[in-house]
């Protein structure tokens, strides 16, 4: 495991590693509760505040690129801007 997230990120690609910073960016933005863990293949975040915290989200980088899971289960979701609607075709992810 590794200690922090730029430990994490040490080696990586650094278009990967950029697009990696501006999402966590996004999941700190969304309460001073959240809470990151390091592991050895990815970094997750989960609410603390919860009772039983729960992971909503974890990123990990392949290669050149982000891979991210995200939880949309009804319980995971507290925010009303976060939208269960497809984005369209043509808008970015992170802008």
Do not use: N, Q
Not at 1 to 6: A, G, K, L, P, R
Not at 14 to 30: I, Q
């Amino acid at each position: 495991m590794y200690s922090t997230v730029d430990d994490y990120l040490a080696d990586k690609d650094p278009a990967a590693v950029d697009a990696f910073r501006r999402f966590r960016t996004l999941v700190f933005a969304l309460g001073d509760d959240v809470e990151e863990t390091v592991h050895t293949s990815e970094v997750s975040w989960a609410r603390a505040s919860s009772s039983t915290p729960r992971v909503f989200a974890a990123a990990f980088l392949y290669a050149t690129r982000l891979e991210v899971a995200l939880d949309l289960s009804s319980a995971s979701i507290t925010r009303p801007c976060v939208r269960r609607t497809p984005r369209r075709a043509g808008s970015p992810l992170i802008a």
